[in-house]
């Protein structure tokens, strides 16, 4: 939890539950008749229906967020950016919570206040980012953006190349040397957290799908394919009080 007595900046927050908590203990410090039930009378729900959200007993309905966010004086942009929250944090469609995702990178306050989750972001959202960086590699590779595109099986326009290159090569991925050459760049993501798990798994549905279309469209001698199966036992640990 943050600090009580500071106001908890919302663009900070990747979980709903987490900022309405933070939020409602700051509000107990600001205001002395602040309370949970103070808060349920005023968003019109049963005084034990906010303490179920908190405890992730039950999902708040994007009716009752709304008045939630008005009864803490949210902002529009503020208020916006907590039903992306929500979405994230309850839906169940990968598809949804990433549409939700991209909405936030839109808020002015997501991107002033998370810099590198937008790197990476931007990074794994486009595969051809990736697989561009991975061909600086290649004794060949020609910094240029119709060579790449000559060497993608999969077509993707000379414009998305070249906004790729200028990403790579401004965020420091790849590194840009003499006579249309480069090298990998020692940049480093920082893969940690909820954003970076939800974008990764995105970036992996779109590489097995250009591999599964690859399977008819590469010549058998060209490709590489093996598998692996492993057995995963679930296991509980016991843990006890000392």
Request: glycine share 4%; proline share 3%.
């Given at each position: 939890m943050k600090n009580a007595q500071t106001k908890p900046n919302i663009f900070h927050y990747h979980d709903y539950r987490s900022y309405l908590k933070d939020r409602v203990e700051f509000e107990k410090h600001a205001r002395s008749k602040f309370s949970l039930r103070s808060l349920a009378s005023a968003v019109q729900v049963g005084p034990g229906y906010l303490p179920m959200i908190l405890a992730g007993q039950r999902s708040a309905s994007a009716e009752v967020l709304t008045r939630i966010g008005e009864a803490l004086a949210l902002n529009k942009e503020e208020a916006k950016y907590l039903q992306g929250l929500r979405t994230i944090t309850e839906s169940h469609s990968q598809s949804m919570r990433i549409e939700a995702l991209e909405g936030l990178q839109k808020n002015r306050g997501y991107r002033e206040q998370n810099p590198k989750e937008l790197e990476v972001m931007q990074y794994l959202t486009q595969w051809f980012n990736v697989v561009i960086r991975e061909m600086v590699n290649l004794e060949s590779f020609v910094l240029d953006a119709k060579w790449i595109r000559e060497h993608?099986?999969?077509?993707?326009?000379?414009?998305?190349?070249?906004?790729?290159?200028?990403?790579?090569?401004?965020?420091?991925?790849?590194?840009?040397?003499?006579?249309?050459?480069?090298?990998?760049?020692?940049?480093?993501?920082?893969?940690?957290?909820?954003?970076?798990?939800?974008?990764?798994?995105?970036?992996?549905?779109?590489?097995?799908?250009?591999?599964?279309?690859?399977?008819?469209?590469?010549?058998?001698?060209?490709?590489?394919?093996?598998?692996?199966?492993?057995?995963?036992?679930?296991?509980?640990?016991?843990?006890?009080?000392?």
């Open positions: 993608l099986r999969v077509k993707v326009s000379l414009v998305e190349i070249q906004r790729a290159l200028e990403f790579l090569i401004d965020k420091g991925f790849i590194e840009k040397l003499n006579h249309n050459k480069a090298r990998v760049g020692k940049k480093t993501l920082e893969c940690i957290g909820p954003v970076y798990r939800m974008v990764l798994s995105q970036f992996h549905k779109e590489m097995l799908k250009l591999a599964s279309e690859s399977l008819d469209s590469v010549p058998y001698e060209e490709r590489s394919v093996t598998g692996l199966t492993v057995a995963l036992l679930a296991i509980r640990f016991a843990v006890r009080s000392p």
